[in-house]
């Protein structure tokens, strides 16, 4: 069964600090690899979907890497601005289409 | 596109009664996924359907719980009966399955309060 963690579950930073968002997942036979924001008491915002044959996707200030051979993903933020706080999730996305998610990072950047 | 639509926002109901929740995907999207998140548990798939059936509802606690998908427009996840435990914010997301893409769109969700 797969296995996604999150380190560190809360992360409070200084603002425009460059910081980095880890995501573990056991099996790495995945399809691909999302990574969602979601602010308090609202819905998941797709940031990033890196397919399975790529190493990383940017948009903007976030930047996702991902290696499958040892089930890692990191998500990049530069230079973080408050509007950047909210909780971070990834999720892994197997052959059957399913999302297995991540207990996310709750990102914090202070102004 | 207006997105994932789901509704009620928020349902506040009482131990015993019967709870719909909603869900318009996105026009075109043939795979519809309901997920619900607790403090607890985080998010958790619950069923998932493909052009309309369902394809995998082993995430569905118990037989109080069913979903049906009747057009490719419109999905309703039932509870009955409500339970106090059922308290959490039902999701539901859509995606387009053809190709590598799978990226999934979630809709703002039903925050779901039973007393």
């Known amino acids: 069964k797969q296995e996604v963690t999150q380190i560190p579950a809360a992360l409070s930073v200084p603002e425009g600090e460059n910081l980095v968002l880890n995501c573990s997942f056991t099996d790495s036979a995945i399809y691909n690899l999302q990574w969602f924001r979601q602010d308090p008491g609202k819905g998941l915002t797709s940031l990033l979907l890196?397919?399975?044959?790529?190493r990383e996707q940017t948009s903007g200030r976030l930047n996702a890497s991902l290696d499958k051979s040892s089930g890692r993903s990191t998500l990049y933020i530069a230079a973080s601005q408050p509007g950047d706080s909210a909780t971070y999730l990834c999720?892994?996305?197997?052959?059957?289409?399913?999302?297995?998610f991540g207990s996310g990072t709750q990102l914090t950047v202070l102004p | 596109d207006a997105g994932v639509i789901q509704s009620p926002r928020h349902e506040v109901t009482e131990m015993g009664q019967e709870v719909t929740l909603r869900c318009k995907p996105i026009s075109g999207h043939d795979y519809l996924f309901w997920y619900r998140q607790t403090m607890m548990r985080g998010l958790e798939l619950l069923i998932y359907f493909n052009n309309n059936v369902p394809i995998d509802d082993s995430g569905m606690p118990e037989d109080r719980f069913s979903a049906k998908m009747p057009n490719a427009s419109f999905s309703t996840l039932k509870i009955q009966p409500s339970e106090p435990r059922d308290s959490a914010v039902y999701f539901c997301?859509?995606?387009?399955?053809?190709?590598?893409?799978?990226?999934?769109?979630f809709g703002p969700g039903t925050r779901l309060t039973v007393l």
């Open positions: 999720a892994v996305i197997g052959s059957a289409r399913q999302l297995t």
């Open positions: 890196i397919q399975s044959s790529q």
């Open positions: 997301a859509s995606s387009l399955g053809r190709g590598e893409g799978n990226e999934q769109f």
